[in-house]
């Protein structure tokens, strides 16, 4: 597998995810609208474990 695909996949999607997981969450709590908070916990935990859904299906 190109190793392109595993830093892609490893560090850069789940940075790009996480961080606007946590501006969701906090435009979220700052506006009060349970849904946006909601949509920021479940991108967070989305880009916490995407590494270890997605390497293991690339065979890393």
């Given at each position: 597998?190109?190793?392109?695909f595993i830093i892609l996949f490893?560090?850069?999607l789940p940075?790009?995810?996480g961080f606007f997981s946590i501006l969701l969450m906090i435009n979220g709590i700052m506006?009060?609208?349970?849904?946006i908070t909601a949509?920021?916990?479940i991108l967070f935990l989305a880009a916490a474990f995407s590494p270890f859904v997605?390497?293991?299906?690339?065979?890393v």
């Open positions: 597998m190109n190793s392109e490893s560090h850069i940075l790009i995810l506006d009060k609208q349970k849904v949509f920021g916990i997605v390497l293991p299906i690339l065979g």
